[in-house]
Structure formats: C-alpha cells, structure tokens
C-alpha cells in the first residue's frame, strides 16, 4: 500500500497570500495518478486537481499542481475567502486508492 | 447534470449486515467507474472500493476485503455496497463517487455501527 504524507497539517494564512501544500507518497506513484481535493465542513470533497496538475471543470486557475514519483504540490495563488478548508491528496495509480490524512488551510 | 444519491445508512449492531446504495443520473452510468469513499467523524477520507465501467474489475481496501462487496446494476442506474460482519471501525459517512479519479460525489449516507 501507498502511504501519503500530508505537511503541514495546519496552515495559518491571510487572504490574498500564497499556500503551498504538500503531498509526500512512500513509493513512486505510477503514472502521475496524484488528486487534490478541497473538503469543507458538512459538505462531500471536490476535486481540484487530477494528473497531478490537470485543473478540474470549473476549477479556478489560482489552483495548480505540479510533482511526479514521490512528491506532489498544491499552490493556491492568491487564497480567496473561500478556500478556507481542508485539502486531501489521493493517488489512484495503485490500489489501494489511499488518500493523505489532509492539510487543514484556516485564517491566520 | 451528474446527480448521486446515497441511500441506505443507518445504526447497526456489530456483526450485522447492511446494503448501501447509490442512485446516479445525468450521465450515462455503464460508461464510467464509480467508488466508495468514507470518512469517520472527524476524521480524513477513506478509499473503500471501485468497480469498473464494465464490471469485470472490482478492487478493495484491506480493511473490507471479505466482508464488503460493491455491485452495480445498469439497468436501475444504481451502485451498491454490500457490507457484512460490520465492526464499530465501519462507522462513517459513506460517499460513492464517479469518474477515475472521483470528480463527482454523492451528498453521502452516514452509517453507525454500535451495541
């Protein structure tokens, strides 16, 4: 089983700032089969980013990917009001689908 | 427009049984693989289960192989997971989603496992 590590696991930022999150796997993910997700409270996850940097429909450009083999990162730009919540990588390359434990993004 | 409704949760006892389900619309449902995802409170995403379009691929997380089974039945436009000998571990909100990997998610069925 992969084994995905999320760092850090709080991230305290203002408005407007720039998150970098990151998502560590335990071996080399095949294929760059790296998700990102964004979960907020009550509500079922979203996906942000798929091929470890392929926007999803109707994602804004201020979210991007980027990474292969081992390490993966979400940027968040520019964070919006909105973006407030917790970000979740998942590989899908080998099964198990394992998903990190999550990066909780919340307003300094 | 893709819709997915989970049905099927509940309390339970430890060892008994129950069957999830996972109505979809708005897309063609023989066309895509569909996932179990759950998540205990408040706590991250666990990866459950996927079946392929066509049903000839079924995979599992370690901690339900053996006891959960995932079906789908393209006639009802429908996805299921069968969960037996549940344990107190098994509660949790229940997603299915769509697509590879998961872009569209179900509003989840929450599932309690307890004496």
């Known amino acids: 089983e992969i084994v995905l590590t999320q760092s850090p696991a709080t991230l305290s930022l203002s408005p407007g700032e720039r998150a970098t999150l990151s998502c560590g796997a335990s071996?080399?993910?095949?294929?760059?089969?790296l998700a990102w997700y964004q979960q907020k409270p009550g509500l079922a996850p979203r996906l942000l980013i798929s091929?470890?940097?392929n926007r999803a429909i109707g994602i804004p450009d201020r979210f991007s990917g980027s990474g292969s083999g081992t390490d993966f990162t979400l940027t968040i730009s520019r964070l919006e009001p909105e973006d407030f919540a917790v970000y979740y990588c998942?590989?899908?390359?080998?099964?198990?689908?394992?998903f990190g434990p999550g990066t909780r993004v919340d307003i300094k | 427009q893709v819709h997915l409704v989970e049905s099927g949760g509940g309390v339970v006892q430890p060892g008994r049984s129950l069957r999830l389900s996972c109505a979809a619309s708005?897309?063609?449902?023989?066309?895509?693989?569909f996932h179990w995802v759950r998540q205990s409170p408040g706590k991250g995403l666990e990866w459950v289960a996927v079946?392929?379009?066509?049903?000839?691929?079924?995979l599992y997380a370690d901690s339900v192989k053996g006891r959960f089974t995932i079906s789908r039945d393209v006639s009802k436009n429908t996805l299921y997971l069968q969960m037996n000998n549940l344990r107190t571990e098994d509660t949790a909100m229940y997603y299915c989603?769509?697509?590879?990997?998961?872009?569209?998610w179900g509003q989840g069925t929450l599932v309690a496992v307890s004496s």
């Open positions: 989603a769509t697509q590879q990997p998961p872009a569209y």
């Open positions: 708005g897309f063609t449902f023989s066309a895509y693989p």
């Open positions: 079946i392929s379009y066509d049903e000839n691929s079924k």
């Open positions: 071996q080399s993910v095949r294929g760059r089969y």
């Open positions: 091929d470890a940097s």
């Open positions: 998942q590989q899908y390359g080998t099964s198990p689908f394992t």
